[in-house]
C-alpha cells in the first residue's frame, strides 16, 4: 500500500502472557513456518508498523463480504471521510500469522471462524481488552480473548420438496435414514465443518457428549451413506448440487437455502438440530489497533449489528440488535432458532485441529 509510515508500538497494551518473551523460533514454529528463513522478526518496532489513516478489512469475499459492506464497511467509511477503509481477500490463517512473524502486518481487522483464536493461535492476535467493544451486550459464547463474534450463521438440513413429500426429516438420523428418505446426500468436505458431529448426532450421541468425537463412531456411521453422498467444498457447490436436483438433501449454510428458496426453488429447511457457528473478529498483532477497533465497534453495535441481515439471512451476536431486525426476515436467521440448535466446541476443535484434519483426509480420499 501507499502513503503508509511507521508509528510506534507504544499505544498498543501491554503484551499479553502467550507472546511475552517468545523466541523468533517459537514464534515461526506456532505460526508452522519454521522453516521459512525468510522471514526475520524485527522486534516491537516492527511489530508496530502502521498505516497512517487506513484501516484493512478482510473477510471472504463473495456474497457475504458484499453484504458486509453495504451493512458496514461503506456506511463506516462516509462517517469516517479521514480513514481509508481498504478490503481485501480472502481471509487466511497462515498468511496472518506470517505477516505477525515476520512483522510486516498488512491486515487490520479479519474475519475468522469459530474455531480460531485460541490457544497458540492467541499469540498472533491481540487481545480486545480495553478497546472498547460492547462485549456486555453480546452473547457471552461468542466473547473470548482475542476473539468476539459478529455474526451467526448454521449448517442446517436443506431438502428438496419434490423429492421427499410429507414432513421431511426432522433430524440429523433423517439425514442418514436412506430407506425413510431415498436419494443422494451432500456433505461438507471439511473436518471442522461439523460433519463429524453431525454423523455422530445421527447416531445418537447426545449434544453434549459429543467431544472429544469418538472418530471410529462418526466415520462408521459416515460409511452407511457414503456411497450416496457427494462431498461439497463451497457454499455455491453445495447450493448447486440441490439446485439442480443432484441431491434430495444436503447440509449446507443456511443463507444459501434463503436464496434458493427467493428464487423459487422446491427447497425447504429444518431448524431441528442446526450447527449454530459464529464468524468472528480477530486483530493481527502489530496491526493498526485504534482504527481496527474502531470499526469493529461500528460492526457491533446494537443499531449497526441487525443491519447485516437486510442483506443476507445470518444473525447478529448483539442481544440488543433482535429487537431491531426486519421482521420480514427473523424467521430466517439462526438467531430465531437457538434454542434447538448445537454449539460445536471451538475450543476442543482449534486444540486438535491437525489430529481431526489428518484423520478426516485419510477417511475422505480412502477407497
Known amino acids: 500500500m501507499t502513503n503508509d509510515i511507521m508509528t510506534s508500538y507504544e499505544a498498543l497494551p ?9 523466541s523468533r523460533r517459537s514464534l515461526l514454529k506456532a505460526a508452522g513456518l519454521a522453516g521459512a528463513t525468510a522471514l526475520s522478526l524485527s522486534g516491537c518496532a516492527a511489530l508496530g508498523t502502521q498505516r497512517e489513516n487506513a484501516v484493512v478489512f478482510v473477510s471472504d469475499g463473495g456474497e457475504y463480504q458484499a453484504a458486509q459492506r453495504k451493512a458496514w464497511l ?4 462516509q462517517q469516517n471521510p479521514d480513514l481509508r477503509l481498504v478490503e481485501d481477500v480472502p481471509k487466511n490463517y497462515a498468511k496472518l500469522k506470517a505477516m505477525v512473524a515476520s512483522g510486516n502486518v498488512q491486515w487490520d481487522l479479519m474475519t475468522a471462524t469459530g474455531d480460531f483464536g485460541y490457544g497458540t493461535d492467541r499469540t498472533f492476535l491481540q487481545d480486545w481488552a480495553g478497546l472498547g467493544l460492547p462485549t456486555s451486550q453480546l452473547l457471552p459464547e461468542y466473547v473470548h480473548d482475542s476473539v468476539v463474534g459478529h455474526t451467526i450463521f448454521s449448517n442446517v438440513i436443506a431438502y428438496r420438496t419434490d423429492r421427499i413429500k410429507g414432513p421431511g426429516p426432522q433430524s440429523w438420523a433423517d439425514f442418514f435414514d436412506l430407506d425413510k428418505f431415498p436419494g443422494k446426500r451432500a456433505l461438507r468436505n471439511l473436518s471442522n465443518g461439523a460433519v463429524l458431529e453431525i454423523a455422530l448426532i445421527a447416531d ?9 468425537i469418538d472418530f471410529k463412531r462418526a466415520f462408521a456411521k459416515l460409511d452407511s451413506i457414503r456411497k450416496q453422498t457427494i462431498f461439497w467444498t463451497t457454499g455455491a457447490q453445495s ?14 449454510w443456511n443463507g444459501r437455502v434463503y436464496n434458493l428458496q427467493k428464487t423459487g426453488a422446491p427447497i425447504a429447511i429444518q431448524w431441528n ?7 468472528t473478529l480477530v486483530i493481527p498483532r502489530g496491526a493498526n489497533v485504534e482504527y481496527a477497533a474502531k470499526l469493529a465497534k461500528y460492526m457491533l453495535s446494537a443499531e449497526n449489528n441487525a443491519k447485516l441481515s437486510q442483506y443476507i439471512p445470518y444473525g447478529p451476536t448483539n442481544q440488543e440488535s433482535l429487537a431491531l431486525v426486519d421482521k420480514k426476515m427473523k424467521e430466517h436467521l439462526p438467531t430465531s432458532h437457538l ?10 476443535l482449534n486444540a486438535n485441529r491437525a489430529d481431526v484434519s489428518s484423520r478426516w483426509q485419510k477417511w475422505v480420499t480412502s477407497a
Open 204 to 212: 445418537g450421541v447426545a449434544p453434549e457428549d459429543l467431544y472429544p
Open 239 to 252: 447450493a448447486q448440487l440441490l439446485a439442480d436436483g443432484e441431491v434430495s438433501m444436503a447440509q449446507v
Open 273 to 279: 438440530q442446526h450447527f449454530i457457528q459464529a464468524d
Open 74 to 77: 461503506t456506511p463506516f467509511q
Open 339 to 348: 434454542d434447538i440448535g448445537i454449539n460445536p466446541n471451538n475450543e476442543w
Open 14 to 22: 501491554p503484551i499479553p502472557p502467550p507472546l511475552q518473551n517468545i
